[in-house]
């Protein structure tokens, strides 16, 4: 499955990263050279119509941020938020050398959904900094 995603990466790309909608995530893995760029598209019901990505890396990095796309598709951002590291490494059978890879998909998630979030609403950060 590794090998598949690898040679056959899905939404691989860019989405606007100025439109309100689209949350950005950008993360790397000093250690190991790994950076994944993650994107998110959610519509006006809180749904992620849609994902894309960008990864510098070996082929389990690629294909842990291809399976992510995936997987984040038509999910709510709560329910992307519960995509774990684990489930991702277990679907490619990532061995143990490699687990990194998948955690960094699972950061890039996050990091790509906490953006959106603050594009929402850019005075909450304001506000829970005041409190």
């Given at each position: 499955?590794?090998?598949?995603?690898?040679?056959?990466?899905?939404?691989?790309?860019?989405?606007?990263?100025?439109?309100?909608?689209?949350?950005?995530?950008?993360?790397?893995?000093?250690?190991?050279?790994?950076?994944?760029?993650?994107?998110?598209?959610?519509?006006?019901?809180?749904?992620?119509?849609?994902?894309?990505?960008?990864?510098?890396?070996?082929?389990?990095?690629?294909?842990?941020?291809?399976?992510?796309?995936?997987?984040?598709?038509?999910?709510?951002?709560?329910?992307?938020?519960?995509?774990?590291?684990?489930?991702?490494?277990?679907?490619?059978?990532?061995?143990?050398?490699?687990?990194?890879?998948?955690?960094?998909?699972?950061?890039?998630?996050?990091?790509?959904?906490?953006?959106?979030?603050?594009?929402q609403?850019?005075?909450?950060?304001?506000?829970?900094?005041k409190?």
């Amino acid at each position: 499955q590794v090998v598949d995603h690898y040679e056959n990466p899905r939404n691989v790309g860019s989405l606007d990263r100025n439109a309100k909608n689209v949350g950005t995530g950008l993360v790397g893995a000093p250690a190991c050279g790994d950076v994944m760029k993650l994107q998110v598209e959610v519509d006006e019901n809180g749904k992620i119509v849609d994902a894309r990505f960008k990864t510098f890396g070996c082929g389990s990095a690629i294909a842990s941020s291809s399976l992510a796309t995936e997987w984040v598709k038509g999910k709510t951002v709560d329910e992307a938020l519960q995509i774990k590291n684990t489930d991702i490494a277990k679907e490619l059978c990532l061995p143990p050398v490699k687990l990194h890879c998948s955690m960094l998909a699972e950061d890039a998630i996050k990091a790509a959904l906490a953006d959106y979030k603050l594009k929402q609403d850019p005075n909450k950060e304001e506000s829970e900094k005041k409190a």
